[in-house]
């Protein structure tokens, strides 16, 4: 009897394992299919956004020329981060300083870059023009 009784205390454990690994690897399947398609849409928006900003570089470069040209000065905008400001504030200031075309693109890369908790509080002098990489490295530094 004690024979008996241990063979299906076995086997009924090993059917349990069995069942609990497969279940367990179709799952991991699904999260790591989900993983790569939320990495892909990173990249993609990544993509896209340093694409927006070498495009908004590259028409800032000419209408920069052309005002180098008639007033022969940079044009500089001040901002102040205060302490408890979040990344989406900083965005608004940038945004209604016309230092940034978008702010969702801007928070996108902010984010992608891991930077949005290391925003420095200040005043920062930013050059209008500039692209949003050296945006995100003159108020994180």
Same mark, same amino acid.
């Given at each position: 009897?004690?024979?008996?009784?241990?063979?299906?205390?076995?086997?009924?454990?090993? &059917?349990? @394992?069995?069942?609990?690994?497969?279940?367990? &690897?179709?799952?991991? +399947?699904?999260?790591? #299919?989900?993983?790569?398609? +939320?990495?892909? #849409?990173?990249? #993609? /928006?990544?993509?896209?956004? =340093?694409?927006?900003?070498?495009?908004?570089?590259? *028409?800032?470069?000419?209408?920069? =020329?052309?005002? @180098?040209?008639?007033?022969?000065?940079?044009?500089?905008?001040?901002?102040? &981060? #205060?302490?408890?400001?979040?990344?989406?504030?900083?965005?608004?200031?940038?945004?209604? *300083?016309?230092?940034?075309?978008? +702010?969702?693109?801007?928070?996108?890369?902010?984010?992608? @870059?891991?930077?949005?908790?290391?925003?420095?509080?200040?005043?920062? /002098?930013? =050059?209008?023009?500039?692209?949003?990489?050296?945006?995100?490295?003159? &108020?994180?530094?």
């Amino acid at each position: 009897m004690n024979k008996i009784f241990t063979l299906i205390l076995i086997i009924g454990i090993s &059917i349990g @394992l069995l069942i609990g690994s497969s279940i367990n &690897i179709l799952i991991n +399947k699904d999260y790591h #299919q989900t993983e790569n398609t +939320k990495k892909n #849409q990173l990249n #993609q /928006t990544i993509n896209k956004t =340093k694409n927006n900003s070498q495009n908004q570089e590259d *028409n800032n470069q000419v209408t920069n =020329k052309e005002s @180098l040209n008639e007033n022969n000065k940079e044009e500089y905008i001040k901002i102040i &981060i #205060q302490n408890g400001f979040t990344s989406n504030k900083v965005a608004d200031i940038l945004y209604e *300083n016309e230092l940034i075309l978008n +702010k969702n693109d801007f928070l996108i890369l902010l984010k992608s @870059l891991d930077l949005s908790s290391k925003l420095r509080v200040g005043e920062k /002098t930013i =050059k209008k023009g500039s692209s949003m990489i050296e945006i995100i490295n003159i &108020i994180t530094n």
